[in-house]
Nanobody, 126 residues
Framework: QVQLVESGGGLVQAGGSLRLSCAAS????????MAWFRQVPGKEREFVSF????????YYTDPVKGRFTITRDNAKNTVYLQMNSLKPEDTAIYYC???????????????????WGQGTQVTVSS
């Protein structure tokens, strides 16, 4: 089992940047594939980005491609989401998630992720 704790959210103006962190504790971090999701109140949670165990493969939803970068530091048991050129529509609660098994077809499926953090609020003002 792994525990996930997000940090780094906050209020930023449009065009600004934030870096989210997700610290993992418990079972060996390299056992887990990691992802970021986000949710606006009243809407379904949506996939943002994915990274494999070694960090050699990443994937992004189209609205964030070219602006967000997911990385992981396995020595620090932490996954990051660098968010640049932020837009008001990026406003949401951001969650990190972990899973042990992987299929390409379910990479963006939240129900396949076994562990979740508590979320961190990101607010982008116009």
């Amino acid at each position: 089992q792994v525990q996930l704790v997000e940090s780094g959210g906050g209020l930023v103006q449009a065009g600004g940047s934030l870096r989210l962190s997700c610290a993992a504790s418990g079972r060996t971090f390299t056992s887990y594939l990691m992802a970021w999701f986000r949710q606006v109140p009243g809407k379904e949670r949506e996939f943002v980005s994915f990274i494999n165990r070694s960090g050699s493969y990443t994937y992004y939803t189209d609205p964030v491609k070219g602006r967000f970068t997911i990385t992981r530091d396995n020595a620090k048991n932490t996954v990051y989401l660098q968010m640049n050129s932020l837009k008001p529509e990026d406003t949401a609660i951001y969650y990190c998630a972990a899973r042990t098994a992987f299929t390409m077809a379910t990479m963006a499926s939240e129900e396949k992720y076994e562990y979740w953090g508590q979320g961190t609020q990101v607010t982008v003002s116009s």
